[in-house]
C-alpha cells in the first residue's frame, strides 16, 4: 500500500532558526514527489515536484531533496511569513490512477519573531 | 488570473439533507480531483476525471456520494443523504494531463450536524 509519514506533526522556530523536514514514502514506483504549502483557511499551494533520488530543487529559503526512501524540506532562516502546514505526497508510477496523489498528514511550522 | 474555483465556500446542512458542491477548474486543465481533508486524516482522494471520464472512484463512499462532470467548466460532488461525519472540508484540484502539478481551489468547509 502506498503510504506517506511527515515528521514532526508540529515544529517551533524562532526567526532565522534553520531546521528540516521529514518526509518518508512507500509507493509502488514512484513518480514523483510533490512539496505543497497550505496556509489556513487556503487550498494547498504547490511548491516543488521531485522526480528522482538525488534531485534537489530550491525555492527563496526552501530546498527540497529526494532519496529513494524519503524527502527533505529544508528552511534556511526561516521568516515569520513561512508559517504554514506543509504536505507531502507522493504519485505512484504504477496502476491506471497514474496521476493520483497519495499524501501525508502535514508539519504544522509555526516561526516566531 | 488561472486558478480553480469552489462554491459554496461553506455550508452547514443537518443530517439527511442533499449537498451538492461545484468547482470551475483552470481553463484549459482536462483532469479533475476531488479530496476531503480531515484533522484525522488529512487529504483523502475520493474521485477524479480526465475529459470528463471518471478514472478513479474508489476513495468514495459508493452509497451517498456522487460526482460527475456535465461540461469541462463544472465538476459537481453530491452528498445524499448527508451524514455528521462527512464534516470535511471538500477540495477540489486540476491539472493537465501532460503535467503532475495538481492546482487547488479553496475548498468547502462542510459542517453537517
Known amino acids: 500500500e502506498d503510504q506517506v509519514t511527515q515528521s514532526p506533526e508540529a515544529l517551533r522556530l524562532q526567526e532565522g532558526e534553520s531546521s528540516s523536514l521529514n518526509c518518508s514514502y512507500t509507493?509502488?514506483?514512484?513518480?514523483?514527489l510533490f512539496w505543497y504549502r497550505q496556509d489556513p483557511g487556503k487550498g494547498p499551494e504547490f511548491l516543488f515536484t521531485?522526480?528522482?533520488a538525488g534531485e534537489e530543487k530550491e525555492k527563496e529559503r526552501l530546498k527540497a531533496t529526494l532519496t529513494k526512501k524519503e524527502s527533505f524540506l529544508h528552511i534556511t532562516a526561516p521568516k515569520p511569513e513561512d508559517s504554514a502546514t506543509y504536505l507531502c505526497?507522493?504519485?505512484?508510477?504504477?496502476?491506471?490512477?497514474?496521476?493520483?496523489?497519495?499524501f501525508g498528514t502535514g508539519t504544522r511550522l509555526l516561526v516566531s519573531p | 488570473d488561472a486558478r480553480v474555483t469552489q462554491t459554496p465556500r461553506d455550508k452547514v446542512t443537518e443530517m439527511g439533507q442533499e449537498v451538492t458542491m461545484r468547482c470551475q477548474p483552470i481553463?484549459?486543465?482536462?483532469?479533475v480531483f476531488w479530496y476531503r481533508q480531515t484533522m484525522k486524516q488529512g487529504l483523502e482522494l475520493l474521485a477524479y476525471?480526465?475529459?470528463?471520464?471518471?478514472?478513479?472512484d474508489s476513495g468514495m463512499p459508493k452509497d451517498r456520494f456522487s460526482a460527475e462532470m456535465p461540461d469541462a467548466t463544472l465538476a459537481t460532488l453530491k452528498i445524499q443523504p448527508s451524514e455528521p461525519r462527512d464534516s470535511a472540508v471538500y477540495f477540489c484540484?486540476?491539472?493537465?494531463?501532460?503535467?503532475?502539478?495538481?492546482?487547488f481551489g479553496p475548498g468547502t468547509r462542510l459542517t453537517v450536524l
Open positions: 509507493v509502488s514506483g514512484l513518480r514523483g
Open positions: 476525471f480526465r475529459n470528463r471520464a471518471p478514472l478513479d
Open positions: 521531485l522526480y528522482s
Open positions: 481553463l484549459g486543465h482536462n483532469t
Open positions: 484540484a486540476s491539472a493537465n494531463s501532460g503535467g503532475h502539478e495538481q492546482f
Open positions: 505526497a507522493v504519485q505512484p508510477g504504477l496502476g491506471s490512477g497514474f496521476q493520483k496523489l497519495v
